[in-house]
C-alpha cells in the first residue's frame, strides 16, 4: 500500500513482482542505451551524486551560519538562493529558494501535497514519507498529529505554519537554535541540525541528544 | 485534473512512517529510474510538468498501490512511448528493435550530469503587472480543469491572502500539455485553518500555497 509507499515490491506474495520491476527497468536501460539515447556511465555519476554528494549536510551547514551570524542571516531570510550561493561549499544551489525562520511563536514545516517537490540540492533526495500518501495527505489539514507520529510536542499555542510547494519554490525550515548552545562554533552546531528539523517534521538536536 | 495525487486532506491513509537512517534509495533499480528520467527529461525536452502530468493520469488504483520509483517507471515508459522514442514491441523484447531517434541534445553522457545536477530557473520575464500584492485579500478559483493543474482542491473557493510575490515563472498548466511556458506571476498566498477546514480546525495553524495569478480572483 502506498503509505508504506514500497508498494507491491514488499507487499509481493511470492516475489514475483519484485523481479519483474527489476526487469521492466533492466529492459528499458537496455533499450535507451542500444538506442544511443544515455550512457550508463552517466546515469551512475548521478545516482553516485544522490548517494555521496547531495544530502541534508548541505542545509545543515546553512542553519549552523545562520545561527552564528546575523548578517547572513537576515540575507538567507530575504533571498536564500543568492545567500546560499555566496557560501563557498554549497555550489549550484537552485533558484527559488526560500528559507523561513522557526521561532517561539511560529513553526514552519513544509510538504508536496501534490507530489514531492523538496529542496533536493539542500537536503538531498527526499525521504519515502515525505512523497507517501499519510504525510502528503495530513501536513496541511492535521500537523500536530503529524508531528505527534514523529515524537514531537508542540505548544497549544505555537502557531503552525504549513507550506504546501505548489509550484518552483523551495522551502527550507530554519529551526529555532537550542539552547545551552551559546559560543558553540558553526562546526559544532552543524551537527545540531537534523534533516527532519529542516523540513519541520522535528526540532534540532538538543547539546545532551548530540552528545 | 481531479486525480487522486491531490492529496492534500485526505483521510484515511493511516500514520507517518518516519525511518531511520533512510538510504538514497532501497533498490538498486530505484536509483536507476531517478537517473534515467533525468537523463531524458534533459534531452528529449520533457519539462518536469509533464512528467508530473505522465505520473498524474496512472489510474488511481495503480497510483495508490505502486511505490514512488515504480510511478516514474510508469510516467517515463508513457513519455517515451508517446513520443516514438521506444516503441511497445522493443519494451516486450527488452532490447532495441529499430535505431533511436535523432535527438538535438543527445545522447546523455557523462559530460552532462552536472547540468541536471542544478535545478534550473522557472523565472521569466514579465508581460504585464503583477495583479495583486501583498496583503491583498484573494479567493482561489473553483476550478476543475481535465489537465494538470498545481491548484490544490483544499484550496480551490477558498479565500485568503497574499503574504509574497514570489516573481513571474513558467505556468505549469500550459507546459504540462505542450502549450507553452505562458509566463504568471505567483504568489504565496496564506489561508486561515477553519477557512480551509471549518470551525473546528486547529485555530492556530494556517496554510500557504503558491498560487499563480491565473488560480486567483480577488476577494
Known amino acids: ?211 | 485534473m481531479d486525480g487522486v495525487h491531490d492529496m492534500g486532506g485526505m483521510d484515511g491513509f493511516g500514520r507517518v512512517e518516519p525511518e531511520p537512517n533512510e538510504l538514497a534509495f532501497h533498490e538498486v533499480w530505484e536509483g536507476r529510474v531517478m537517473a534515467m528520467t533525468r537523463a531524458m527529461g534533459a534531452i528529449s525536452t520533457w519539462p518536469i510538468d509533464m512528467q508530473r502530468f505522465s505520473r498524474e493520469q496512472l489510474p488511481p488504483h495503480i497510483y495508490l498501490a505502486t511505490s514512488y520509483y515504480q510511478r516514474w517507471l510508469l510516467g517515463m515508459r508513457q513519455m517515451l512511448l508517446g513520443r516514438g522514442l521506444i516503441d511497445a514491441d522493443e519494451l516486450a523484447a527488452g532490447h532495441a528493435l529499430r535505431p533511436g531517434a535523432p535527438l538535438e541534445r543527445g545522447p546523455f553522457t557523462v559530460a552532462d550530469v552536472p547540468r541536471v545536477m542544478t535545478r534550473g530557473s522557472f523565472g521569466r520575464p514579465a508581460s504585464a503587472p503583477a495583479r495583486f500584492k501583498v496583503g491583498d485579500r484573494v479567493r482561489a478559483r473553483n476550478i476543475h480543469p481535465r489537465t494538470h493543474t498545481r491548484l490544490p482542491r483544499y484550496a480551490r473557493g477558498h479565500a485568503g491572502v497574499v503574504e509574497r510575490v514570489q516573481g513571474c515563472h513558467v505556468f505549469p498548466d500550459t507546459v504540462a500539455t505542450g502549450q507553452g511556458e505562458q509566463p504568471q506571476w505567483l504568489y504565496t498566498v496564506v489561508f486561515e485553518s477553519r477557512e480551509l477546514w471549518g470551525p473546528d480546525a486547529d485555530p492556530a495553524l494556517k496554510v500557504s500555497i503558491e498560487a499563480f495569478e491565473p488560480y486567483l480572483d480577488p476577494a
Open chain 1, 1 to 211: 500500500m502506498a503509505d508504506h509507499d514500497h508498494g507491491p515490491d514488499h507487499d509481493h506474495k511470492g516475489g514475483s513482482e519484485l523481479s519483474e520491476t527489476q526487469l521492466r527497468v533492466r529492459a528499458l536501460e537496455t533499450i535507451l542505451t542500444e538506442k544511443g539515447y544515455v550512457e550508463p556511465a552517466a546515469l551512475d555519476a548521478i545516482i553516485e551524486a544522490y548517494e555521496t554528494k547531495v544530502g541534508p549536510h548541505n542545509g545543515a551547514r546553512v542553519v549552523a551560519k545562520a545561527w552564528t551570524d546575523p548578517a547572513f542571516k537576515k540575507a538567507l531570510l530575504e533571498d536564500a538562493s543568492k545567500a546560499v550561493g555566496t557560501l563557498g561549499h554549497v555550489s549550484r544551489v537552485g533558484e527559488h529558494l526560500v528559507a523561513v525562520e522557526n521561532t517561539s511563536k511560529t513553526h514552519n514545516m513544509v510538504v508536496c501535497t501534490l507530489c514531492s517537490c523538496y529542496p533536493w540540492d539542500m537536503l538531498g533526495l527526499p525521504p519515502v514519507w515525505y512523497k507517501a500518501a499519510p504525510y502528503r495527505s495530513r501536513a496541511v489539514k492535521d500537523p500536530r498529529g503529524v508531528l505527534a507520529d514523529f515524537g514531537v510536542t508542540l505548544p497549544k499555542d505555537t502557531e503552525i505554519r504549513v507550506w504546501d510547494s505548489t509550484a518552483e519554490t523551495r522551502f527550507l525550515v530554519l529551526p529555532v537554535r537550542p539552547a545551552g548552545t551559546e559560543g558553540w562554533s558553526e562546526e559544532r552546531l552543524v551537527e545540531l541540525v537534523t534533516r527532519d528539523s529542516m523540513i519541520g517534521t522535528g526540532l534540532a538536536r538538543t547539546p545532551g541528544e548530540a552528545a
